[in-house]
């Protein structure tokens, strides 16, 4: 759906670059969605048959522990309910979305899992929420035609990210066109009239009427009630979460949890690198033994319009660990080279916004954030360079490739003035010779 309104961004764009037939132009929502669930449904598939070739049994049903190292399953077609046994068990079943306490919210919205289900695209929509999930989704609804009301409990979205990115976000947000309701505290009820529209009061007193779709993407819980943790003795946290180790060990010998059930990193890519370390500790012999994951440093993209990118700590995540005289900031902001043609003026030109957070007398970057067009894509690359203790000076060290965005990090003023020191195995600066492979030489 993201890129259902990248499309629909462009076609609005296409006149700038001497294209013409934007009205013409028609966006039908059941055939993407139909196209979309037909793809979802191939994968599906493709997964299952993986799993089976790779000799994994399925088996479906509902799954609580029962004690020790066994897990009682009760059949999803309706058979005998089923005890198994095992040296290791894995709790992975992620989260759900949750709905605020409020009279007719339960009733009257949907989650954001409602929104792939929707038939048609809504007329008018009220997206609820400060996270990711909220900002994509109102987004997306946005650009594709929708008139998009998006509300958040405090000033803006995204406040736990860097205040940049939060920030410039809010200001594209509504320059798209965006309404938003800030310092609300939330959704106090939802009302449905005869013909199906929906009135949104808010706990600071605004209504917003005439609603055909209201999303609820409020935050997300465990999905930990079926499992009957006390019976293994599992401890959890105060939010229901299970508590593990570094080594995704929970407070039962033998049965291990990761991904959104622990609350940690809560993304996917988060939760496959753990389970492969864990398969990697469990089954990969004494050289293995000592293999976890990092959460550290973790590259994250936010599929908002425009996009966003961000590694490591924000400025006052890093101000707050090293003090403030040791961190130093650098910043960029300027309209992407897809934009020189427009002929408008540049203070309405959308923009992209860069940030690189360093600290100690290295320079060690330990915070790397962007919004603005083709940040998802330019982030993996940065994530590698920071994962193994990069610098300014080695990014300074890279040429730049032009004419790109992601080039502005490796030329961001003052360029070439930062303390000669790598974090390389093998220094790449002043002109050094490329690292060479450890290989066997024949005689």
Not at 235 to 245: L, M, N, R, V, W
Request: with cysteine; proline share 5%; aromatic share 6%.
């Amino acid at each position: 759906m993201w890129n259902a309104a990248s499309i629909a961004e462009t076609v609005h764009d296409m006149k700038h670059y001497g294209f013409s037939g934007e009205g013409g132009v028609e966006f039908d929502w059941s055939e993407i969605k139909k196209s979309r669930d037909a793809y979802i449904l191939r994968l599906n598939g493709i997964y299952e048959r993986n799993m089976a070739n790779s000799g994994v049994e399925s088996i479906l049903g509902t799954a609580s522990l029962a004690g020790g190292n066994s897990v009682k399953v009760v059949p999803d077609d309706g058979g005998e309910e089923k005890i198994f046994t095992a040296k290791n068990i894995l709790i992975a079943v992620g989260g759900y979305p949750t709905f605020p306490d409020g009279e007719g919210i339960r009733e009257n919205s949907m989650s954001s899992d409602g929104f792939f289900e929707m038939e048609t695209l809504p007329k008018k929509a009220v997206v609820v929420g400060a996270g990711y999930i909220a900002v994509e989704l109102a987004g997306v609804l946005q650009a594709l035609g929708t008139d998009v009301s998006l509300v958040v409990r405090k000033e803006k979205a995204l406040r736990e990210f860097d205040e940049m990115l939060a920030d410039t976000l809010d200001a594209e947000m509504q320059r798209q066109g965006i309404h938003i309701c800030r310092n609300t505290e939330g959704v106090k009820s939802i009302a449905k009239d005869d013909g199906g529209l929906k009135t949104v009061t808010l706990n600071n007193g605004e209504v917003i009427d005439g609603v055909d779709v209201v999303i609820m993407a409020t935050g997300r819980g465990p999905l930990v009630d079926p499992l009957n943790l006390p019976a293994a003795n599992v401890s959890q946290k105060e939010s229901g979460h299970i508590i593990t180790d570094e080594y995704s060990q929970t407070s039962a010998n033998g049965i291990f949890a990761l991904g959104d059930v622990c609350g940690n990193v809560e993304l996917t890519p988060m939760a496959i690198a753990a389970g492969r370390r864990l398969s990697d500790r469990l089954f990969g012999g004494p050289e293995y033994k000592d293999a976890k994951v990092s959460y550290d440093n973790v590259p994250t993209v936010v599929f908002s319009h425009p996009p966003i990118g961000t590694i490591g700590l924000t400025e006052a995540q890093a101000i707050g660990k090293y003090g403030e005289d040791n961190v130093k900031i650098y910043r960029s902001k300027f309209a992407n080279l897809y934009y020189g043609p427009w002929q408008v003026d540049p203070d309405d030109k959308p923009k992209t916004a860069m940030k690189l957070i360093c600290a100690g007398d290295e320079e060690l970057v330990v915070g790397l954030h962007v919004i603005g067009m083709g940040s998802d894509e330019m982030l993996q690359g940065f994530g590698i360079a920071m994962k193994m203790g990069a610098t300014k000076a080695d990014f300074d060290s890279c040429i730049a490739i032009h004419p790109t965005a992601s080039e502005e990090f490796v030329t961001m003023f003052p360029w070439g003035l930062s303390k000669q020191e790598s974090g390389a195995l093998n220094s790449p600066l002043n002109g050094a010779a490329p690292t060479e492979p450890k290989v066997a030489v024949k005689n």
